[in-house]
């Protein structure tokens, strides 16, 4: 019998493991020996010592064979004017991720950076010969067309009903799932996740208002351009989602005011930690689906590492709530997972510390005046 959508979610969620707390001791202690003055190296040692504790192994990590994935659809909500860019823009740039001339996908072309184009909802049709059913070729690596997951043609008016039904928002969550299972199939050490759909700066402003707190007339932003009379409708529309769907259930809460993109970026995070693999979060949209994996999982933040810190407002209370302090700040706000590609470097040349720097005692130092330093914590 096929399994249900939400019995694979919680079978995801049930094989979700703490990070491995005597391979994380292990690597502090390895970069404290390390020929170096301990701590040194700040985040980059962080980054070895929290890949430690996803995999399990102290050294012998990669991060070079990445993956990207981002899932693009449709928010009804646009027919309340929370969004200055027509729908028409989340068709073509769902096209133009397989062309690779967008933000992220410019930047995937140049650093070989696989990317798994997944339309979840876009409301306006595809080509038909630009779709495949295959995330994964029949050569075992990820498919470069667009992969048909398309759950409805954009989500309802959330204003008005519920953006979705609670079987269609866990079908979503288990398009994420599949898609970071596929990622591992194709022997990626590390993912990003990032997204497409115009309206989803609304739909992302809820969910992270719903998790944090947060006031959503200083926590919202202008998207892709509002003006003032659309951010005041924007915030207005944030204020009563959720008032109207906040629920203890985060599926709940999540067909209510969310999006399908935003389900399955929150899937892709409970995939890849269910299978002990490190995820990327992008800017705004994909932090608000790591708050929703969060709630349905808290130990999914021990596999993920957060990239820029978004411009957008209400990226710090969502970072806060989190609790994964951005890599960076380029004063980036574009989405698409366009932080994950320079993250990726990042923590590369965290495990190229780990992996390749020599101790103290290999490097034929002597360092016995260090040792107080250490005994007394003081590093």
Do not use: W
């Not at 690597?27 to 980054?47: F, H, M, N, T, W």
């Not at 646009?78 to 930047?107: D, K, L, W, Y």
């Not at 309802?156 to 009903?161: H, P, V």
């Not at 957008?312 to 574009?334: N, R, T, V």
Request: aromatic letters at 6%; a negative charge; hydrophobic letters at 40%.
């Amino acid at each position: 019998m096929e399994m249900t959508a939400e019995k694979y979610l919680k079978k995801t969620i049930a094989a979700i493991q703490p990070a491995d707390q005597e391979a994380m001791r292990k690597a502090r202690e390895r970069q404290d020996y390390l020929a170096k003055v301990p701590g040194s190296l700040g985040r980059l040692e962080e980054i070895s010592v929290r890949i430690a504790g996803m995999t399990g192994k102290v050294t012998g990590n990669s991060a070079k064979n990445q993956g990207i994935i981002v899932c693009c659809a449709d928010n009804g909500v646009v027919a309340e004017g929370v969004a200055s860019a027509p729908q028409s823009v989340t068709q073509m740039q769902t096209i133009n991720f397989t062309r690779r001339i967008t933000g992220m996908g410019s930047q995937a072309a140049y650093f070989g950076i696989d990317v798994l184009d997944i339309d979840v909802g876009v409301k306006l049709p595809i080509p038909p010969e630009l779709y495949t059913e295959r995330m994964i070729d029949e050569n075992g690596r990820i498919a470069r067309l667009i992969v048909n997951r398309r759950i409805l043609n954009g989500t309802r008016n959330l204003a008005q009903e519920p953006a979705m039904t609670r079987e269609e928002a866990l079908r979503a969550f288990v398009v994420g799932i599949e898609a970071a299972e596929a990622m591992k199939k194709a022997g990626k050490d590390i993912i990003g996740v990032g997204e497409m759909g115009i309206g989803n700066s609304t739909t992302g402003a809820n969910l992270i208002c719903a998790y944090t707190g947060a006031d959503p007339v200083t926590a919202i932003g202008r998207g892709g351009g509002l003006s003032n009379d659309g951010l005041a409708k924007k915030a207005r529309v944030v204020q009563d989602a959720v008032a109207r769907y906040k629920s203890e259930d985060p599926v709940e809460t999540a067909r209510g005011m969310g999006g399908l993109d935003i389900c399955a970026m929150a899937g892709a995070y409970l995939g890849a930690a269910s299978l002990r693999m490190p995820a990327v979060v992008d800017g705004y949209i994909s932090i608000a689906a790591a708050l929703l994996a969060q709630a349905l999982c808290p130990t999914v933040t021990d596999y993920l590492f957060t990239s820029h810190l978004s411009q957008e407002p209400g990226y710090q209370a969502a970072a806060k709530k989190l609790g994964i302090k951005p890599f960076f700040s380029l004063d980036m706000k574009l989405g698409e997972a366009s932080g994950c590609p320079i993250a990726f470097q990042i923590i590369e040349a965290g495990l190229a510390v780990m992996n390749g720097m020599k101790t103290l005692a290999e490097a034929s130092i002597d360092a016995d005046y260090l040792d107080e330093f250490r005994e007394e914590g003081l590093f």
